[in-house]
Nanobody, 123 residues
Framework: QVQLEESGGGLVQPGGSLRLSCGVSAFTLDYYAIGWFRQAPGKEREGVSCITGSPSKTDYTDSVKGRFTISRDNRKKMVYLQMNSLKPGDTAVYYC????????????????WGQGTQVTVSS
């Protein structure tokens, strides 16, 4: 069973930056795609970004392209989401999840989810 744990959330002003981290407890991270999803109050869970195993390929939802960057360090079993130029609309609980294949559209295909970390963008 793959276990994931997010960290790095917090309160940031509009235009600011945060880096989220996802620690993965697995024999090896190489074979898993990792996705970041978010859920705002009263809204459905939304795919943000994902990254495949080795070699790494990435995908982003349109609303974060050019602002967010996903990366991974297989040796440390960590996946990161660098979020720049944050907007109030980015406020949500952010989750990382493990997948067999990269997707930002099919949260139902997740093998395992983390507990989430709150990101609040407000002045």
């Amino acid at each position: 069973q793959v276990q994931l744990e997010e960290s790095g959330g917090g309160l940031v002003q509009p235009g600011g930056s945060l880096r989220l981290s996802c620690g993965v407890s697995a024999f090896t991270l190489d074979y898993y795609a990792i996705g970041w999803f978010r859920q705002a109050p009263g809204k459905e869970r939304e795919g943000v970004s994902c990254i495949t195993g080795s070699p790494s390929k990435t995908d982003y939802t349109d609303s974060v392209k050019g602002r967010f960057t996903i990366s991974r360090d297989n040796r440390k079993k960590m996946v990161y989401l660098q979020m720049n130029s944050l907007k109030p609309g980015d406020t949500a609980v952010y989750y990382c999840a493990a997948f067999a294949a990269c997707t930002v559209d099919r949260p139902d295909q997740a093998l395992s989810w983390g507990q989430g970390t709150q990101v609040t963008v407000s002045s």
